[in-house]
C-alpha cells in the first residue's frame, strides 16, 4: 500500500540532545513536508521541500533542520536549539493535483524529559 | 492572505443527531477547501475537497460539506452522528497556486458523540 511511514512513533529526549524523526513515502509525490501539531494550536509549518535537494523554511522553523537527498526521504532533526520541543510531528506530502491536498503519516511524539 | 476560523473548539452532540462543524474562510482567489479527520494519535485523513464544480461534496463515512461563495462558509454535515466519529476535525483552506506549503489549516474542531 501507497502512503508515509514515520518513525518512531514515540520517542523521549533527554535536554540537549538533537533527535531525528524518520518519513519516508511511496507515494512518488515531489513535495513533503513537516508539521508540529500543539493541542489547541492546530498544525503549524516548519519547513518544507518540493524537489530533491531543496527545501524552504516554514512558519517555525528555528531549532529545526531537515535534509532532501532523496525523494522518498524527508528526515527532520529536532536540535537542542528547539526551546519547547514536546510536542506532535507530523509528516505530508502532496502531489501536483489538486494544490493543497495533504497526505499524512501517523505522527511521532516526541516528549523531553 | 487566506485564512480559516472553525467556529467552536468543541462541539458535543448525541449519537443519532446530526453533526454540524462550521468553517469560514477567506481568500483573495478561488479557494480550494478541505476536511480533514485526526483520531488520537494519529495523523490526519483527507474527509472530502471542494476544488471546481459541485458545490456539494461528499466525503467518506457520510460526512457532506457545502461550498458557499456568498457565505464564505464550508460547513461539514453529517445526518446521523456514530460514536466512532468522536475525533477532532480540521477544514483547510488552499489558494490553488503553488504547493501544500499554502495550505491553511483551522484550529481545528473537537467532536464528542455521546451515548
Known amino acids: 500500500d501507497g502512503g508515509i511511514t514515520q518513525s518512531p512513533k514515540y520517542l523521549f529526549r533527554k535536554e540537549g540532545q538533537n533527535v531525528t524523526l524518520s518519513c519516508e513515502q511511496n507515494l512518488n509525490h515531489d513535495a513533503m513536508y513537516w508539521y508540529r501539531q500543539d493541542p489547541g494550536q492546530g498544525l503549524r509549518l516548519i519547513y518544507y521541500s518540493q524537489i530533491v535537494n531543496d527545501f524552504q523554511k516554514g512558519d517555525i522553523a528555528e531549532g529545526y533542520s531537515v535534509s532532501r537527498e532523496k525523494k522518498e526521504s524527508f528526515p527532520l532533526t529536532v536540535t537542542s536549539a528547539q526551546k519547547n520541543p514536546t510536542a506532535f510531528y507530523l509528516c505530508?506530502?502532496?502531489?501536483?493535483?489538486?494544490?493543497?491536498?495533504?497526505?499524512f503519516g501517523e505522527g511521532s511524539r516526541l516528549t523531553v524529559l | 492572505a487566506q485564512s480559516v476560523t472553525q467556529l467552536g473548539s468543541h462541539v458535543s452532540v448525541s449519537e443519532g443527531a446530526l453533526v454540524l462543524l462550521r468553517c469560514n474562510y477567506s481568500s483573495s482567489v478561488p479557494p480550494y477547501l478541505f476536511w480533514y479527520v485526526q483520531y488520537p494519535n494519529q495523523g490526519l485523513q483527507l474527509l472530502l475537497k471542494y476544488t471546481t464544480g459541485a458545490t456539494l461534496v461528499k466525503g467518506i463515512n457520510g460526512f457532506e460539506a457545502e461550498f458557499k461563495k456568498s457565505e464564505t462558509s464550508f460547513h461539514l454535515t453529517k445526518p446521523s452522528a456514530h460514536m466512532s466519529d468522536a475525533a477532532e476535525y480540521f477544514c483547510a483552506v488552499s489558494d490553488g497556486e503553488g504547493g501544500g506549503f499554502k495550505t491553511i489549516f483551522g484550529a481545528g474542531t473537537r467532536l464528542f458523540v455521546k451515548a
Open positions: 505530508a506530502s502532496s502531489p501536483a493535483w489538486p494544490p493543497g491536498e495533504l497526505f
